[in-house]
């Protein structure tokens, strides 16, 4: 637009407008593909409140020197250079490993969840299930909604053990799983419960629970189930001490290190008796973590 011949005031006002168009550029379009509907994307904390935190004021973790407890299955996990190398060379690199420079939008999450499992054993998958990374977040849109339930409810997830459900809300990634969803609350050899894992507990995690029984809520309503609101309400919603992490652009990559640990060390069933199992403040270190960075880049 030429801009010679306009007022002071009304040049402002189109430089300004140019600047939200242009802070606007992220917004892309999301394809579902199984409806081939199109629903605009959401870049982390768009249409939510802004990140509610100043990471300046923040004071940065150090890199552990404790030895992870539990390491698994040996895939993303841990380089496997580095089993035969001393506890300390594995706690601490000697020169430091990439991390993130910028959070991860939903597209790129998807792209290295679908890595992770493209690698993981169909046996073992077979237990698992994932929801797309932008679901929980249409979902508490009124325009989509609907829409969510009922992609959800062809996805028959009460026939698994284990549904990871990625939260992308306030710019901040945490991870909700929902263990044995088609079980009874009366069983002892498997809990019907929720795990929310978050690598950053000073945003307070446990302000998702009402939402989350809500969302709980509509999934088995939809799905014809006879669970109640006040059954719902009788679940168990587990938030575990697990690492934190060190900036503010960490937790996306915390959110799949997270899935990709849960789907190795997960027992076939979950029970109140046995937890926190392995889901503690030293559950891996952070050399492993910087390393799983690198080798999920190195994926096809």
């Known amino acids: 637009m030429n801009t010679s011949k306009l007022g002071d005031n009304q040049v402002v006002s189109v430089k300004q407008e140019r600047k939200i168009n242009s802070g606007c550029r992220n917004k892309l379009v999301y394809a579902c593909l199984r409806k081939k509907m199109k629903l605009q994307r ?20 150090l890199r552990t020197k404790r030895k992870g407890k539990f390491h698994g299955k040996e895939t993303l996990s841990r380089p496997k250079e580095a089993l035969s190398k001393p506890n300390e060379e594995l706690s601490e690199p000697k020169k430091a490993l990439s991390r993130p420079k910028e959070k991860l939008d939903s597209g790129v999450f998807d792209i290295y969840l679908k890595k992770i499992w493209k690698i993981c054993s169909e046996d073992r998958k ?29 996805e028959h997830i009460f026939s698994k053990a284990y549904v990871f459900v990625p939260i992308v809300c306030w710019g901040h990634w945490s991870l909700l799983i929902l263990c044995h969803f088609g079980e009874s609350l009366q069983l002892t050899t498997r809990s019907r419960c929720m795990l929310l894992l978050d ?13 989350i029984r809500r969302f ?74 910087d390393s799983f960075y690198e080798r999920l880049d190195s994926l096809n």
């Open 42 to 61: 959401d870049v982390i904390g768009s249409g939510f409140s802004p990140f509610p935190f100043d990471w300046s004021n923040v004071p940065r973790r």
């Open 199 to 211: 690598s950053l507990e000073m945003a307070n995690p446990r302000r998702l629970e009402p939402e």
């Open 216 to 289: 709980v809520l509509d999934i088995y309503k939809t799905a014809d189930r006879p669970e109640t609101k006040h059954l719902v309400s009788q679940i168990p919603f587990l938030v575990p001490k697990v690492p934190q992490q060190r900036d503010g652009n960490e937790c996306g990559f915390f959110v799949l290190y997270f899935i990709n640990l849960f789907l190795e060390l997960a027992p076939d069933n979950f029970s109140m008796e046995g937890y926190p199992y392995f889901m503690k403040k030293d559950w891996f270190t952070f050399n492993c973590l």
């Open 126 to 154: 077979r237990h698992f299930m994932y929801f797309d990374s932008l679901w929980f977040s249409l979902y508490r849109t009124a325009l989509s909604k609907d829409k969510v339930l009922t992609w959800i409810k062809k």
